[in-house]
């Protein structure tokens, strides 16, 4: 059997090749419109990558003033849910003690909420007549003490004087009298039922976290797919919990303490009513760096009303408050808490003024334990440590 012979390719015609006819094709060209047409594809892609971009931050920032409003509209739900949440967190270590020792959760939870509604009654039994009684008699100290600083204000009343009389060549008329501030029985019997509902759910709401918490973080804990993410997120929630715990515990303590210490020395300076502003400034010590301030203020206020004449002897109560509140926030609080529970006062501050915003003096209060609560969490949670870093001092 004889191969067969190749077949060569049909030879171009000449004539067809010398009328130019014939397409050759024109290698480099064909480059080049193929470069162009991805460049075209990549800056087209780039483009609407950059759109999407823009159009992510445009929802996001609509998404976070939705939350916001929402915060806001929803404040007379959330603050007591939050309380509640902060008030069983703290009291969780102590029911989880009673239960390593064999003693039923609802037991010690009883207990403690029993504890928890005879304190906070004796608290305001003590603490409502003297507040009511400065809010009546305050017009009044206001009154008595103006006549003491004659002495001081004489001369730049004079002057003011004088110098209006050379302006306008006349004196100034008095300024009218202020309305007295006053506060009626009534103004408190009609409030009471709010607040006492409010105090209620708050406490129901906590007994019912110190029993089933831990139940519902077991509830979760098992949604999760497989057994390592089981044990992933038990760790975390096991950690944030218990440093949670940690922090309001302390803080609850740290503040009592200052609270008790600031009674017992403006009694000893023999300051009426201690153990009102004892109270004041164990909860406005919840605020960092704010609170200080406002309660010296306070206090410096109180004692110039109060205070037999005007001298600079009058200030010593709220000259020692400042030493015992500096002496709390740089040495015992760093102290006992640690450094990893330290928060940038630029943190504190813009946090203060958003949920003291939103929710007004509730909100100032919870403001930094719940800053300090997200620290905590998202230390512990992938992708978020940055928050974390940035509040941290």
Same mark, same amino acid.
């Given at each position: 059997?004889?191969?067969?012979? $190749?077949?060569?390719?049909?030879?171009?015609?000449?004539?067809?090749?010398?009328?130019?006819?014939?397409?050759?094709?024109?290698?480099?060209?064909?480059?080049?419109?193929?470069?162009?047409?991805?460049?075209?594809?990549? @800056?087209?892609?780039?483009?609407?990558?950059?759109?999407?971009?823009?159009?992510?931050?445009?929802?996001?920032?609509?998404?976070?003033?939705?939350?916001?409003?929402?915060?806001?509209?929803?404040?007379?739900?959330?603050?007591?849910?939050?309380?509640?949440?902060?008030?069983?967190?703290?009291? @969780?270590?102590? %029911?989880?003690?009673?239960?390593?020792?064999?003693?039923?959760?609802?037991?010690?939870?009883?207990?403690?909420?029993?504890?928890?509604?005879?304190?906070?009654?004796?608290?305001?039994?003590?603490?409502?007549?003297?507040?009511?009684?400065?809010?009546?008699?305050?017009?009044?100290?206001?009154?008595?003490?103006?006549?003491?600083?004659?002495?001081?204000?004489?001369?730049?009343?004079?002057?003011?004087?004088?110098?209006?009389?050379?302006?306008?060549?006349?004196?100034?008329?008095?300024?009218?009298?202020?309305?007295?501030?006053?506060?009626?029985?009534?103004?408190?019997?009609?409030?009471?039922?709010?607040?006492?509902?409010?105090?209620?759910?708050?406490?129901?709401?906590?007994?019912?976290?110190?029993?089933?918490?831990?139940?519902?973080?077991?509830?979760?804990?098992?949604?999760?797919?497989?057994?390592?993410?089981?044990?992933?997120? %038990?760790?975390?929630?096991?950690?944030?919990?218990?440093?949670?715990?940690?922090?309001?515990?302390?803080?609850?303590?740290? @503040?009592?303490?200052?609270?008790?210490?600031?009674?017992?020395?403006?009694?000893?300076?023999?300051?009426?009513?201690?153990?009102?502003?004892?109270?004041?400034?164990?909860?406005?010590?919840?605020?960092?760096?704010?609170?200080?301030?406002?309660?010296?203020?306070?206090?410096?206020?109180?004692?110039?009303?109060?205070?037999?004449?005007?001298?600079?002897?009058?200030?010593?109560?709220?000259?020692?408050?400042?030493?015992?509140?500096?002496?709390?926030? @740089?040495?015992?609080? $760093?102290?006992?808490?640690?450094?990893?529970?330290?928060?940038?006062?630029?943190?504190?501050?813009?946090?203060?003024?958003?949920?003291?915003?939103?929710?007004?003096?509730?909100?100032?209060?919870?403001?930094?334990?719940?800053?300090?609560?997200?620290?905590?969490?998202?230390?512990?949670?992938?992708?978020?440590?940055?928050?974390?870093?940035?509040?941290?001092?």
């Amino acid at each position: 059997m004889s191969e067969p012979e $190749p077949t060569l390719p049909p030879a171009p015609d000449e004539a067809a090749v010398e009328a130019g006819t014939l397409a050759i094709p024109d290698e480099p060209e064909a480059a080049d419109a193929s470069a162009r047409h991805g460049l075209h594809r990549l @800056n087209a892609t780039r483009g609407m990558r950059r759109h999407l971009r823009a159009i992510r931050m445009v929802l996001n920032a609509l998404l976070l003033l939705a939350l916001l409003y929402t915060i806001t509209l929803t404040k007379a739900l959330l603050i007591p849910l939050v309380l509640a949440a902060f008030i069983g967190l703290a009291l @969780n270590p102590i %029911v989880a003690f009673g239960a390593r020792l064999r003693l039923p959760r609802w037991l010690t939870a009883s207990v403690l909420m029993l504890g928890l509604i005879v304190g906070i009654g004796s608290g305001v039994g003590l603490l409502a007549q003297p507040a009511i009684g400065w809010f009546q008699g305050a017009p009044t100290a206001i009154k008595s003490f103006v006549p003491k600083l004659r002495s001081f204000t004489r001369p730049l009343e004079a002057a003011n004087r004088a110098t209006q009389t050379l302006v306008s060549g006349t004196t100034r008329a008095p300024a009218p009298q202020a309305t007295p501030i006053s506060l009626s029985t009534w103004d408190v019997v009609s409030t009471a039922p709010k607040v006492l509902a409010a105090v209620l759910g708050v406490l129901l709401l906590v007994f019912f976290f110190l029993i089933y918490g831990d139940s519902m973080l077991r509830r979760l804990v098992e949604i999760t797919p497989s057994f390592a993410y089981k044990r992933h997120a %038990v760790t975390i929630v096991r950690g944030i919990q218990t440093e949670v715990s940690r922090y309001l515990l302390t803080a609850l303590l740290i @503040n009592a303490s200052l609270g008790a210490v600031t009674a017992g020395m403006l009694w000893l300076y023999k300051v009426p009513d201690p153990l009102l502003w004892g109270a004041v400034a164990m909860f406005a010590n919840f605020i960092p760096y704010v609170g200080a301030i406002v309660t010296t203020t306070v206090l410096a206020v109180v004692c110039m009303l109060y205070a037999n004449d005007a001298s600079l002897e009058v200030f010593l109560p709220v000259l020692t408050f400042a030493g015992i509140t500096a002496v709390e926030g @740089n040495l015992i609080t $760093p102290f006992i808490q640690g450094a990893s529970m330290r928060l940038s006062p630029i943190a504190i501050l813009l946090w203060l003024l958003v949920w003291g915003w939103l929710w007004g003096i509730p909100g100032a209060l919870l403001a930094v334990p719940m800053l300090t609560c997200a620290k905590l969490i998202c230390e512990r949670v992938r992708g978020w440590e940055w928050f974390a870093h940035i509040v941290q001092r």
